[in-house]
């Protein structure tokens, strides 16, 4: 499933190409993907049509494009894109091939780049296990009081690569929970944009167990902990995202190459490369967690007495 530095680096593909432009006509493929548009698809395709896209935003892994009526009105709404799964918001010229799993296509206002090059005149919707989607959403006042947001993303946390993330406030609130750290990094409602792949990373970073009890974290730890997940999110994005096949992509169908640089993720049975690095034996173990798995480092991230599992 796409994360963060996924959908950022979607994000920042559309803001490139999509932001500014206005949508002429939408073409509707598959009903599924507007599932969570309860209207229907006839009322999504009215009234999305002729909006103009003003800005690309994020917050976690939820991706919206704020949507304005005329030139100086302030949006009301947004276009709410979640890719699920296997989804993939692509930028295409009209003679391109249509994507076998294309599930819904913008036609985009004519625009042009800095060296007056034309730009591709239609976003697409590509999502071959259907479990993203889109929907217009009525934006609303964010919680902390900065900003608006849709109000199907309302409950989301800021991420830790938000300049607004509050790392005392998520402190507080880790060791409310009084679960495993894993299980806390993965909760959208505390810190959100992270899943099983950079919560490994980030754990095999400040050499934490993924059972540790948040209740035991200090505030020198925590801050530890979420300089490791700005660190690991970051050296992502600068590799595009991670790609373990054809599922993820950015605007360009591009694949992201974070996949090569992983320290722990999916590389059971292989040397710890901190532990090998000095010389020590520390050796990547599969873990079950939540009917999935979890990998760390047999020595230098070691169980603590009191886990929780």
Known sequence: MPELPEVEVVRRGVER???????????????????????????????????????????????????????????????????GMSGQLLVASADQPQ???ERIRLALS???????????????????????????????????????????????????????????????ALRRRRTGLKRALLDQGLISGIGNIYADEALWAAKLHWAAPTETMTAPRTRELVAACQEVMRRALEAGGT??????????G??????????????????CPRCEAAGLDGVIVREQFANRSSYRCSRCQRKPRRARV
């Open 17 to 83: 190409w999509v932001v500014g432009r206005t949508v002429e006509s939408v073409q509707v493929f598959d009903a599924r993907s507007l599932r969570r548009h309860t209207a229907g698809v006839l009322d999504f395709q009215e009234r999305l049509a002729g909006l103009t896209v003003e800005s690309a935003q994020r917050r976690g892994k939820f991706l919206w494009l704020p949507l304005r009526e005329r030139t100086g009105s302030k949006p009301s709404q947004a276009l709410l894109v979640h890719l």
């Open 99 to 101: 994507p076998r799993h």
């Open 110 to 172: 004519p625009a042009h780049d800095d060296a007056g090059a034309a730009l591709p005149e239609q976003a697409r919707f590509v999502d071959q296990r259907i479990f993203g989607g889109m929907l217009l959403d009525p934006l609303a006042p964010s919680t902390d009081g900065h900003g608006t947001v849709p109000e199907h993303a309302a409950h989301i946390a800021r991420d830790p690569l938000d300049p607004l993330f509050d790392v005392d406030a998520f402190h507080t």
């Open 243 to 252: 790609s373990f096949d054809s599922l993820y992509v950015n605007v360009n």
């Open 254 to 271: 591009e694949s992201g190459y974070f996949s090569r640089s992983l320290n722990a993720y999916g590389r059971a049975g292989q040397p």
